[in-house]
Each structure stands twice: as C-alpha cells, then as structure tokens.
C-alpha cells in the first residue's frame, strides 16, 4: 500500500444546487479543496454526478488536478440517482484498486455521498444493497465514508452514523459553507498522522 496516498470518491447530486446557490456552493467546494491541497497529504479523486445517463467513469486525478464546476451543472430533471451512481462507482473502484499493484494502491479510500432529498430515479440499486455494499467496503477494506444531505433518513436507510453525516439546512443564506467546512474537519481529522 502506498501509505502517503488517499483516494477520495465524491458522489454528488447535482440537482441539489439551484441556480441561486450555484456560485455559493462553487465557492464553498473550492475552498474546501484548497484545505485539503494545504495538508500536504497526496490526495487522488474520482466522482460522479448523480445525473441520468451519465457513464460512470473512474478518473483517478491528482486532487491538484481535479475541477469541479463541471460537476455542478443542474440539469434540471430533478432526478436523484443515488442509489444506482453510488453503488457504480464504488464497484468500479473496487475492481480499479483489485486491479492495481498492490504498492500503488491508496493507503485511505474516503467516499463522501452528497445529496438533497431522497434517490427518486434509481433502477438498478436499494437502500439494502448499498447500505451492504457501504458496511463491506467499511468494515472489511476500512473505507470511511461521509454523508452530507438535507434529509435524514438518508443516515439512516444507508448505515452512515450519525457523527459522520452533516446536514445541509436549505433555510441558511449559504447552505453550503458551513457544510462544507465541516466535511473539510472530518476528513482532515482522518488522515493519518504523519511520522
């Protein structure tokens, strides 16, 4: 294992920002990823968006790398593919990382699942399977994973605890700084201790 690395995967409901909040949000993120670069701590990043349609793809970039404005774009359908995105790139990740020399693996695989709402469009993917496919990957392979929704059952149906969820409350001005300063503690508070 490659102990100085992290492999971060974001799965992110792009229909949770409306256009209003799009500028706050981008703000929020690309503070929240300048905290990440400050550590110090080589960082690789794979994300999907939960739109319809869209081809799960694991790009593995340096987090430096890594833009995220592409991934804010609303389409507009309303459709939440949680369950089905979710559940695609975490296999997709596995099989990359089995598939991987055993020296160039990330040490830390972090996933943060970032929705508004509850999955309303997903096909392929339960509550049950992922919340299996979570408890898996955590307690067998020690991922951490994070929530950040505005609904708490989500919490709940998945098996996240609750001291790894953070609630977005649509009433804030800016309803995404303050979570994202929180996930930006959290994952920080994960990195292993340099020696």
Known sequence: ??????????????NAISEEQHDNALKAIKKFGASLRATGRMQ????????????????????????????????????????????????????????????????????TIIVSGRDNASVRCTYERLREMIALQRDVYKWKFFLMTDFTINMEKLGIAEED??????????????????LTEKIIACFPKEQ
């Open 44 to 111: 690789h990043v794979s994300g999907v968006r939960f739109t319809r349609n869209e081809e799960v793809s694991i790009k593995d970039t340096p987090l430096e790398k890594f833009k995220i404005s592409k991934m804010l774009v609303n389409d507009g359908t309303g459709a939440c593919q949680m369950l089905d995105r979710s559940s695609e790139v975490m296999d997709k990740v596995g099989i990359r990382l089995a598939d991987t020399p055993e020296e160039e693996r990330p040490s830390q695989v972090i996933m």
């Open 165 to 182: 969820t953070i609630i977005i409350k649509r009433g804030e001005k800016d309803m995404f700084e303050r979570p994202f300063a929180e």
């Open 1 to 14: 294992m490659n102990d100085k690395l992290t492999l971060q995967i974001f799965a992110f409901d792009c």
